[in-house]
């Protein structure tokens, strides 16, 4: 796929700029083709230097752009030549999900075996042994605990690791549907 239909899709451009933000979205959003100093970036885009050096390190972490050093034979600098590497997305995006998946599951089974008490006043969430410790009363307000439900958030989980599930072609963990 090119870069520009990568670029087209809502998924990629909300990924690229979680990942570089609001600064570094004008690199992000405008991959040359070919090699690329980062001051040419920065000229080319009008940004300060560091707000571009910033966004080009973010995408070679993420395996979306590389460099190759060249070093002045007279005054002995090192030029960084930038290479984007956007057909690595997909994989990324991917990989991602699958983070997300595992975090959704790990945090599901923490609120399907654990049980809550909240203080309406405060807004704070005690597991059981935490609300035991405290006699049943906010640690900071002094009012009663009361019993949490999370049925809706834990419906709410269900649906989403579902949806992640289908996008994945990932089959549903047989320990507790």
């Known amino acids: 796929m090119a870069f520009e239909d990568l670029l087209e899709d809502p998924v990629i451009q909300k990924y690229l700029h979680e990942l570089v933000g609001p600064k570094g979205m004008p690199v992000a959003a405008a991959p040359p083709d070919g090699e690329v100093t980062d001051e040419e970036l920065a000229e080319e ?8 050096r910033r966004a080009l390190f973010i995408l070679y972490e993420n ?34 999900m699958h983070r997300l998946l595992d975090g959704l599951e790990e945090r599901r089974e923490y609120e399907f075996e654990h049980e809550f ?31 949490m439900e999370n049925t809706m958030l834990l419906e709410a989980m269900e ?3 579902e949806q992640l599930r289908d996008e994945l072609n990932v089959e549903p963990d047989t320990e507790r549907v």
């Open 45 to 52: 885009l009008g940004l300060e230097l560091n707000d571009v």
């Open 63 to 96: 395996d979306l752009a590389s460099y190759r050093r060249l070093r002045d034979e007279d005054s002995g600098w090192l030029t960084y030549l930038w290479t984007f590497h956007y057909e690595n997305i997909p994989e990324q995006l991917e990989a991602e």
């Open 117 to 147: 008490y909240l203080c309406e006043n405060c807004g704070i969430r005690f597991e059981f042994g935490e609300a035991m410790d405290f006699g049943f009363e906010c640690p900071d307000c002094g009012s009663q605990l009361d019993a």
């Open 159 to 161: 649906e989403r690791i």
